[in-house]
Nanobody, 123 residues
Framework: QVQLVESGGGLVQSGGSLRLSCAAS????????MAWFRRAPGKEREFVAT????????SYADAVKGRFTISRDSSKNSVFLQMNNLKPGGTAVYYC????????????????WGQGTQVTASS
């Protein structure tokens, strides 16, 4: 059974930083894309960042470019999201996702999801 477990969320002041981690088990995702999404209160879930493998196929939502960095550790079957200069608009539940389906860039469909970790950026 595949599991994705996020950690690292919390409360941070506007302008601060947080690093999210996601550990996968039950399947190796070394050569498959992993990504981060988020859902803000009252809004639809939205794409944040994805990485196909290593630094291949990395892309970001316009709202986080230059502030967030996605990275992976293949030896740990994990993906990370370094979030700098967090803004109150970044308050959301952040979800880790992985895909065993065809890679189509930012529109890749993800079939494995974590339960999410809350990130709150106070103004």
């Amino acid at each position: 059974q595949v599991q994705l477990v996020e950690s690292g969320g919390g409360l941070v002041q506007s302008g601060g930083s947080l690093r999210l981690s996601c550990a996968a088990s039950g399947r190796t995702f070394t050569t498959y894309p992993m990504a981060w999404f988020r859902r803000a209160p009252g809004k639809e879930r939205e794409f944040v960042a994805t990485q196909r493998w290593s630094t291949e196929g990395t892309s970001y939502a316009d709202a986080v470019k230059g502030r967030f960095t996605i990275s992976r550790d293949s030896s740990k079957n994990s993906v990370f999201l370094q979030m700098n200069n967090l803004k109150p608009g970044g308050t959301a539940v952040y979800y880790c996702a992985a895909s065993s389906l065809a890679w189509t860039g930012p529109t890749t469909e993800y079939n494995y999801w974590g339960q999410g970790t809350q990130v709150t950026a106070s103004s």
